[in-house]
Every structure is written in C-alpha cells, then in structure tokens.
C-alpha cells in the first residue's frame, strides 16, 4: 500500500535551475500565490513582479502560496522593459510565453545548452505587452488542442518550467 509523505518526509534532490521568472503586470492574488509555489517546486533562482505592485498581506496570495512567499526569493520592478534588460545585460536568454506569429512551441526546444534563462509571462487579460514583448529574444508557446487560444496564467507557467527543467541541467546547491 502507498502512503503519502509529508513535508518533512519529501527529500530535495539539492538542485536549483538557473531560471528567472519574470510577470508583466499580474493582477491576480491566486496566481501571484500559484507563481510562488511553482517557482518553490521547480527551485527557480527568483521571480520578478513588474508593474502592478504585489500584495503579500493578501489572504488570497497566502493561501494559495502556503509559506513559499517567505522563502522564494523575488523582487518588484516598475518597468518590465528596464528589467529585462538588466537581465539580458546579466547574460540571461529571454524567452516570452505567447502565442505569437513566430512563437515555436516550448516542446520542440532544447534547453541543454542555456545557462541562464528568464521566461516573462503576461497579464491575465492581455498577455505580454507589445513593448515588452519587442524586447523578448525568443517567443515560446503551449500547443494547444481546444478552441481557446490561452490558459491560465499560472497553469501555463507550471507546463513552462517542466518543459524548460526536463532538458536544462541543473545546478547543484551548495
């Protein structure tokens, strides 16, 4: 018979993916939390929220995040673009997450031989903004099989990091 483990029981394998997760104005609560809690399962370096200021005393982001939001590193910039920037000046790949003209699906992408990557994912409305998406170097999507054209914010994410972890070597922590 198979038991569930606990959080004490679960052991980390010790590795850190060299991936930064970078938001163009996310409004929502639940998946600021969502986004937390992934960036915590797949032991991304940092999440950075652009734009509209995030708020940890909400109830709605702590509950969704459990207690990731205390121990996942992140940070808050006002302007996506600057951000980015700085990044890609850091020597970080970026790659956006939208369906667009020239976007290639993320599946079909070997990231064995990226040593820093930072995904940007958009607004739950509106995506990725033109003016940040016209500074992103690749454009990735999901393929998709219904009639919708888009998922959810965070679900979207989730699928993301697994494609991205499963052929990027990790690094070892210390």
């Known amino acids: 018979m198979s038991n569930q483990l606990s959080h004490k029981e679960h052991h980390s394998p010790g590795l850190k993916f060299p991936v930064v997760l970078l938001t163009d104005n996310l409004m929502g609560d639940a998946n600021i939390g969502s986004l ?14 652009c734009g509209t200021p995030i708020n940890l005393n909400s109830n709605r982001l702590k509950k969704t995040a459990r207690a990731t939001y ?29 369906i667009t003209n020239d976007s290639t699906q993320i599946d079909s992408i070997d990231f064995s031989n990226k040593e820093k990557i930072i995904l940007i994912v958009g607004n739950e409305r509106h995506g ?47």
Do not use: C
Request: negative net charge; aromatic residues 12%.
């Open 36 to 49: 937390f809690r992934l960036a915590d399962a797949f032991n991304i370096e940092k999440l950075v929220f």
């Open 70 to 98: 205390k121990t996942v590193a992140y940070e808050e910039w006002e302007d996506p673009v600057a951000a980015i920037r700085k990044y890609r000046q850091d020597g970080y790949i970026s790659y956006g997450l939208e």
């Open 128 to 174: 990725i903004s033109p003016r940040l998406l016209d500074e992103v170097e690749n454009k990735v999507h999901i393929r998709m099989f219904g009639h919708n054209s888009s998922m959810n914010v965070s679900q979207a994410t989730g699928i993301a990091f697994y494609e991205i972890t499963k052929t990027l070597p990790p690094l070892r922590e210390k």
